[in-house]
């Protein structure tokens, strides 16, 4: 897994969009709002270069193309998965041999977390929330082990969500909810002082 924080990369910003594919490039300009192009163009160019690395092969010659459930693979080697997520402020990336999925979140203190947590949270996912120290802090680690399992798992944002796990612990899950019946985990961290991080990976890549 690896983090960075895109404001690191302001005065690399020309350089970054240089490695990009003239499609790459393309993308980024259409984007309205400048920060939206900058945070495509240091993840998509950091990307490249985490795929270079792993695969011994020139950054630019990588062919990132739209796999299963749409989730990005490498053409010439779908068996190295990635997952990408990001904020205003980070980037996350995570490589690996298996099926996995990573999400971050930026943990803001004014969103109204309360309306959405029972059309989103399991009951013990939201009396778990509510118990927490940090309550607030508590729904995002919730979130993100959701987004990340969803992820991993090529599904996306789905109904019922509530029935997506939310917590530490063993859960039962029916394989038809996330198109799968493989053993999951899902690990949560902190990034940086206001932001947190989830990864999802198949319990037998975690072991």
Known sequence: VYAVRIADFDQQ???????????????????????????????RALLR???????????????IV?????????????????????TVHYVLIATGPAALGIDVEFIDPAFAYADVLNATFSAAGQRSVKAAPDP??????GWTRKES?????????TDPLAAVPD?????????????T????????????????????LPARAAS
């Open 13 to 43: 910003l020309a350089k970054l969009l240089n490695e990009l594919t003239p499609d790459e490039r393309d993308r980024a300009a259409r984007y309205h709002r400048p920060a939206d192009a900058r945070r495509f163009a240091v993840a």
């Open 167 to 179: 917590i530490a612990g063993k859960h039962y899950v029916p394989g038809n909810l996330l198109g």
């Open 49 to 63: 270069r985490l795929l270079a690395r792993h695969t011994s092969s020139p950054a630019e010659t990588l062919r």
């Open 66 to 86: 739209n796999g299963e459930h749409q989730k990005p693979v490498l053409a010439d080697m779908p068996d190295l998965h990635f997952s990408v997520a990001h």
């Open 149 to 157: 399992l969803l992820k991993a798992t090529g599904r996306g944002l």
């Open 136 to 141: 607030c802090r508590a729904f995002y680690e």
């Open 181 to 200: 019946t493989l053993d999951w985990e899902v690990h949560s961290f902190p990034v940086g002082n206001d932001h947190v991080g989830a990864l999802a």
